[in-house]
């Protein structure tokens, strides 16, 4: 990477369109803040854009003809532009750059650059020679990309809000037979505590408030400390707890098989880690589970919650689901909405099973014929919104902390986030914007909750 900055004369722009998980939107950041050093500011105009880079998601069926179809758009409006226009480069990044990337390069020739999730701190330098040779790059490097990304300038990280993500693992090594992620973002890998440290602690130097710690296994955690001793995930918390100005602490995606004592111990220790549990467990039926390649069982995972309810009694549980896995009889799914009913899920996102080209799902026998997973998939859905809807409405008379992070969408009023993520918009002064303070839960809208203070005092947290 070259150590001179383009000089502000010289200013580019860039556009980012973001795909699919908080990961894709952290990332998108770090190649903002990579790119930024050289000239590139962000812009949310394509129009004005000298380089436009889609970070792409790989997870669902038809994600790379997605991709293909915005390429498509964005070549027409490149060449609508006219000759006498500025040049615009197109790049593909993210999981199903790293997937496809030379037959992105075949099949659309409109695009100069694409590289894959662990080559971002590249990027200026993949930029410029994209400038006059195409370029793919969806090697997994040797060096640490964390350690060589320039860390954001602090009105930067200001203009982005009170909330932030932080990437502390990526990559897995599960291998569930449904998922591409081991093959787009290969195996497990956990940033040093300091590094995480010093990332958090600027984040808190530039007002957040409330940092989400992101890993496609989060709590599989296993970063080195100052002595190469490898700290869990429940330990980090505890010392990201330490950090002055962060209120609250998240962590997602998890795995069952990852949930040790030490973790579920921090969520009774610590108030600042949230009691909301994001935990996949995709299906209740045992046998779909071992052809899954999930490693648990579905009393395992129920006693998971149990253990994390008994160290933290306001608990709140999400999850995942997939329906239509090849092999799920009736009883098999019936399985999966009696473990919703079990859990009584505050949140849940669910999915019809899509095949993904060169997972072990894809070859299995007994393929289930889409009609049937939509008649599955509706069924759970419903049974999972009854769930949502009463917990919710079990929040309305409750009194929560809640940050206050933004103006609401109506004069006079304000918009926060409860411990449950709950979005939350209360009567009150944008002044409040930044603090965390008592608010009374006292109705419910079609996607949020409403709410009045308590009492104007801030919450010293």
């Known amino acids: 990477m070259s150590d001179n900055p383009a000089p502000q004369s010289n200013a580019r722009k860039v556009f980012i369109k973001t795909y699919g998980c908080q990961m894709n939107v952290y990332d998108s950041d770090r190649m903002t803040d990579a790119?930024?050093?050289?000239?590139?500011?962000?812009?949310t105009d394509m129009g004005e854009a000298d380089l436009v880079l889609l970070n792409t998601c790989h997870i669902r069926e038809k994600a790379a003809e997605k991709v293909y179809s915005e390429l498509g758009r964005i070549r027409d409006f490149r060449d609508e532009r006219g000759p006498g226009a500025k040049k615009m480069l197109i790049g593909v990044a993210g999981c199903v750059a790293q997937a496809e990337g030379e037959e992105i390069m075949a099949r659309a020739p409109a695009v100069d650059l694409v590289f894959g999730p662990q080559s971002y701190h590249r990027l200026p330098d993949l930029v410029e020679r994209a400038r006059t040779e195409r370029v793919v790059d969806t090697e997994f490097p040797e060096e640490d990309k964390f350690a060589h990304l320039p860390a954001p300038r602090r009105e930067v990280t200001i203009s982005?809000?009170?909330?932030?993500?932080?990437?502390?693992?990526?990559?897995?090594?599960?291998?569930?037979?449904?998922?591409?992620?081991?093959?787009?973002?290969?195996?497990?890998?956990?940033?040093?505590?300091?590094?995480?440290?010093?990332?958090?602690?600027?984040?808190a130097d530039a007002g957040v408030r409330e940092i989400t710690l992101l890993g496609q296994n989060v709590n599989a955690y296993h970063g080195l400390d100052a002595a190469g001793?490898?700290?869990?995930?429940?330990?980090?918390?505890?010392?990201?707890?330490e950090i002055e100005g962060i209120a609250r602490i998240r962590y997602t995606t998890s795995h069952p098989r990852d949930m040790d004592d030490e973790l579920i111990a921090a969520h009774r220790d610590l108030d600042k880690l949230m009691p909301y549990l994001h935990l996949p467990v995709q299906s209740g039926s045992d046998a779909i589970l071992k052809a899954m390649n999930r490693r648990h069982t579905a009393a395992e995972y129920i006693d998971i919650i149990g253990r994390m309810r008994e160290a933290r009694p306001d608990m709140a549980i999400s999850g995942d689901f997939i329906v239509g896995f090849p092999g799920e009889t009736d009883a098999d799914f019936e399985a999966t909405v009696e473990i919703v009913r079990t859990i009584?899920?505050?949140?849940?996102?669910s999915f019809k099973y899509s095949s993904r080209p060169g997972t072990p799902g894809a070859g299995m026998d007994n393929q289930i014929e889409e009609h049937v997973k939509a008649e599955r998939l509706d069924i759970l859905q419903a049974e999972i919104t009854r769930?949502?809807?009463?917990?919710?409405?079990?929040?309305?008379?409750?009194?929560?902390?809640?940050?206050?992070?933004?103006?609401?969408?109506?004069p006079g009023q304000v918009a926060g986030r409860s411990p449950y993520l709950q979005a939350v918009h209360i009567t009150a002064d944008a002044g409040l914007i930044g603090q965390i303070l008592p608010v009374e839960i006292?109705?419910?809208?079609?996607?949020?909750?409403?709410?009045?203070?308590?009492?104007?005092?801030?919450?010293a947290v």
């Open 35 to 43: 790119l930024a050093p050289h000239g590139y500011t962000p812009t």
């Open 160 to 203: 982005r809000g009170l909330t932030a993500f932080l990437t502390v693992q990526e990559g897995c090594d599960k291998f569930c037979s449904f998922c591409v992620v081991p093959y787009t973002r290969g195996a497990e890998v956990s940033r040093p505590v300091a590094q995480v440290l010093a990332e958090a602690r600027a984040l």
């Open 229 to 241: 001793q490898p700290v869990s995930l429940g330990a980090l918390c505890h010392r990201l707890a």
């Open 344 to 349: 009584g899920y505050a949140s849940a996102f």
């Open 387 to 410: 769930h949502s809807q009463a917990f919710n409405a079990g929040c309305v008379g409750m009194t929560f902390p809640v940050l206050i992070e933004k103006p609401g969408r109506n």
């Open 442 to 459: 006292i109705g419910l809208a079609k996607n949020s909750l409403e709410g009045r203070i308590v009492t104007a005092a801030t919450a």
